[in-house]
Every structure is written in structure tokens, then in C-alpha cells.
């Protein structure tokens, strides 16, 4: 969390201010006047950038934790990401110095929950699988099975799914993981065009 830029967009004041302060001196702090050089530095990595009074419409479309610092919390100013904090002005810098580890800690448990499988990305908590723009929402077992292939280096034995995915027995007679697999395979295809997702050999499920 100490290596984590604070990037403050148009408000040089308030970047003047937080600069000086003690409380942030674990942090670097940044000032940036153009959007586009802001949203590009804060995209490469550990930055929270903080606006004032309105977010850029695309925000949305990045990865990085920021904070709006805005006079009133209404409904035109909520944004998607769940990356984003917002404080009510005027605030106590206690207040804000809580956005920023709030803030920080979502990127954290973020970072954490995607995994990258053969070109595809596992979002683990949103439980969806993406891949050059598109995403696939996917159920809490499709994401589990997916994640099997992750911790093996092996062919994914079909009693190994049905153990850790199902909580079967390796005795039980089912037909729940080739069911599930067919639909899988389906949904990936219609999605991403990837026919060859999922394979199978005599030693098991294989990407």
C-alpha cells in the first residue's frame, strides 16, 4: 500500500495541501491538468486519482481506484466501478485519508480476484471470464471449475471436479460434470468464437 501514487486532477490547492501533510508521506503525490496524461500515468498502475465535483464519463472504462470529492451526493454523480470512493465536501482529512485506504484495499481485493487462463481473464468476484473486450458471466461453479485448471498443471481428472466443485463422492454416478462442461463449451463458443476451449483426453479435462 506504501508504493501507491495519489494523483489529484485540476485542483492544485488541495494538492499543495496533502502534500505537506504528514499523513500522506508514505504516499507520492501527483498533480495533473490534463485528463488524458492523468487517466494513462493512474492506468499503469498504482495510483488513485482523485476529482472534484464531476468524474470523467470514461471513467468507467479503467482499472484504477479514484475518489470524488464532491458538495453534494446525489444520483448524477454514481459511477459503476466499484473501484470508486466518494466524500462529501467539506470533509475532515481523517475522512479522506479513509477514502484513500478504502479505496486502495478495493484495488488490493481486485487485483486479487482475476486470474489470467490461456489468454482468458477469471474475474473470480464479479464471476466472469474476458477476453479482447467481451466478457461472459458465468455461475459460481462454472468459475471454480475454470479455477481447477489454474492449481493443476495436469488433465483435470473428472472425479477431482466432481470432489472439489460438487462436494460428490468419487463414487457417484453423475452425469452433472459433462452436462455442465457441454454448456460451458456452448457459452464460450457464442461468446468468444472458441471452439477449442475445453478438451479431454483418457487422463482428463485439459485448456
Not at 482529512?93 to 480476484?113: G, H, M, P, T
Amino acid at each position: 500500500m506504501n508504493n501507491f501514487n495519489i494523483s489529484i486532477f485540476n485542483n492544485k490547492t488541495f494538492f499543495e495541501i496533502i502534500k505537506e501533510i504528514k499523513l500522506f508521506s508514505k504516499y507520492k503525490i501527483n498533480h495533473y491538468e490534463d485528463l488524458n496524461f492523468c487517466l494513462k500515468d493512474a492506468e499503469k498502475g498504482n495510483h488513485i486519482v482523485v476529482f472534484f465535483n464531476k468524474m470523467p464519463d470514461e471513467i468507467n472504462k479503467y482499472n484504477f481506484p479514484s475518489i470524488l470529492v464532491n458538495k453534494s451526493m446525489d444520483n448524477t454523480n454514481k459511477f459503476s466501478n466499484i473501484l470508486n470512493e466518494e466524500i462529501k465536501a467539506p470533509f475532515r482529512i481523517f475522512n479522506f485519508k479513509e477514502k484513500v485506504i478504502s479505496a486502495i484495499a478495493k484495488n488490493e481485493f481486485k487485483k486479487n480476484s482475476l486470474i489470467s487462463l490461456k489468454g482468458y481473464t477469471i474475474d473470480k468476484n464479479e464471476r466472469k471470464i474476458k477476453k479482447n473486450n467481451l466478457e461472459l458471466q458465468l455461475s459460481e461453479k462454472e468459475i471454480n471449475f475454470l479455477v481447477l485448471f489454474t492449481e493443476n498443471k495436469d488433465p483435470v481428472k473428472r472425479n477431482l471436479v466432481l470432489k472439489k466443485v460438487w462436494n460428490y463422492s468419487q463414487e457417484t454416478e453423475t452425469h452433472t460434470v459433462e452436462t455442465h462442461i457441454h454448456r460451458l463449451r456452448k457459452k464460450i463458443f457464442s461468446k468468444f468464437g472458441d471452439s477449442d476451449f475445453i478438451k479431454n483426453n483418457k487422463e482428463g479435462y485439459y485448456i
